[in-house]
């Protein structure tokens, strides 16, 4: 077992109204243990920059500025380094939502978090089951049946110091209700953040999602956001993943109930010798269910990026109609892609397809470019952009389709091979 993971099993020890789950986390990692790297789910992935590190918890932290996305009229909920520094009680919330901390006292609230804390992905890995243990900060996010919800909830985790931060999100959107979550999280100073969300989405609910894990350099992120949707429930997520010393983000989408439609877009973006890993896994359990999900990649000179898709048709799970697509481009031959697209069918009524590509930038078209005046850093953004656009024209909202072209735009320049 590693340095880390003995000081986290020795310091984790919380009594609360979580103690359940959080003493069930607790007994599965002293089982576990250090997952070893012939493990299948970290095959590609080393822990290494994790391993020895010295377990370290925030004491405070400073109420950052947060950088705003233009145009976007949101109610900002902002983590430091694992701790809430938002009064979330000073909020202005609107009718048919609550926002609450998870260190509430109210028996009625408990209640509801205990019915979504650690139960949406009830097999979780290893930073999965520590969130589980040590998370101290989070917030409960209850939307009302048949409230529509036009303000975004934004939630913004940010790295400062070399300190741990665990944080949990808990949703549940009641039947026939709308929301929209943004999950955003950046820094790049020396750090570790686990950062897990679930959402219970009733039936008829719907709900748009935005997850933006943009830490970078030596940034260690290991997080996921995790969704059950019942019948008719409809999702619509959006993720865009940045590389640092180790990333990571587990998107999980259990099709609990009928006629549920699931979209999935991915986008991941690796400057030189970072790495990003995506592992998605849908599980259809009912009939009638569809799942789109298409992730795209660039890899810069020496990242590796890592995709693991998994569609799981459960024998129940007849006329289920689930396509997985995973592309990605190469700026170096230095780059590595892992890439592991995964169909798993046991109905037989059922439409179902997958499928991955590995690909350069096209030597002609630059070169096109280039002659017609055009240079070599704006050329290679314009075709960057090309083999994204159509996922960021898919974004629903327009205030963060608009903020993520500049956004984008910058991460490219760094991403140039020199």
């Not at 259809?284 to 569609?311: L, S, W, Y």
């Not at 230095?334 to 059922?350: F, M, S, W």
């Not at 090309?386 to 960021?392: D, H, M, N, S, T």
């Amino acid at each position: 077992m590693s340095q880390w993971l003995e000081q986290v099993i020795d310091t984790a020890q919380r009594d609360d109204y979580l103690s359940p789950v959080r003493q069930q986390a607790l007994a599965q990692l002293k089982a576990d243990g250090w997952p070893a790297r012939r493990s299948e789910s970290w095959r590609f992935t080393p822990l290494t920059p994790v391993e020895k590190r010295e377990a370290k918890q925030a004491v405070q932290a400073e109420n950052l500025p947060v950088p705003a996305i233009d145009n976007l009229n949101a109610i900002d909920l902002i983590f430091v380094d694992g701790v809430l520094v938002t009064q979330v009680n000073t909020l202005n919330v609107p009718a048919g939502m609550t926002i609450t901390s998870l260190n509430t006292d109210d028996a009625a609230t408990q209640q509801a978090i205990s019915s979504v804390y650690g139960q949406v992905k009830p097999a979780r890995h290893m930073f999965g089951l520590v969130n589980d243990a040590l998370c101290q900060h989070g917030i409960f996010i209850n939307v009302e049946a048949n409230a529509k919800i036009d303000t975004p909830v934004r939630i913004v985790n940010m790295a400062s110091q070399d300190v741990d931060a665990h944080t949990r999100v808990v949703v549940k959107v009641a039947e026939g209700a709308r929301a929209t979550v943004i999950e955003q999280g950046f820094g790049d100073a020396e750090s570790l953040t686990t950062a897990f969300a679930e959402y219970d989405l009733a039936d008829d609910a719907h709900l748009e999602h935005y997850r933006f894990a943009m830490f970078t350099g030596k940034a260690k992120q290991l997080g996921g956001s995790h969704f059950k949707l019942h019948n008719r429930t409809t999702l619509n997520s959006t993720m865009v993943g940045y590389g640092s010393e180790l990333s990571r983000l587990d998107v999980d989408i259990h099709h609990a109930g009928e006629f549920a439609d699931a979209k999935m877009n991915a986008i991941y973006l690796l400057a030189e010798g970072e790495l990003f890993d995506l592992h998605s896994t849908i599980e259809h359990a009912m009939p009638n269910g569809t799942t789109e999900e298409n992730a795209r990649g660039i890899v810069g000179d020496k990242a590796r990026a890592v995709f693991n898709g998994r569609i799981h048709i459960h024998r129940d799970a007849q006329k289920t109609l689930a396509e997985l697509n995973n592309r990605n481009l190469l700026l170096s031959r230095r780059g590595v892609i892992n890439t592991k697209p995964e169909l798993e069918i046991y109905a037989d009524d059922v439409k179902c397809a997958h499928g991955a590509t590995v690909a350069e930038i096209e030597e002609e078209a630059l070169y096109y470019m280039l002659t017609r005046g055009i240079s070599r850093s704006k050329a290679l953004v314009m075709l960057n952009f090309g083999f994204i656009q159509e996922l960021i024209n898919d974004v629903p909202n327009a205030a963060v389709r608009e903020w993520l072209a500049p956004i984008l735009s910058e991460r490219f320049s760094q991403m140039e091979v020199k």
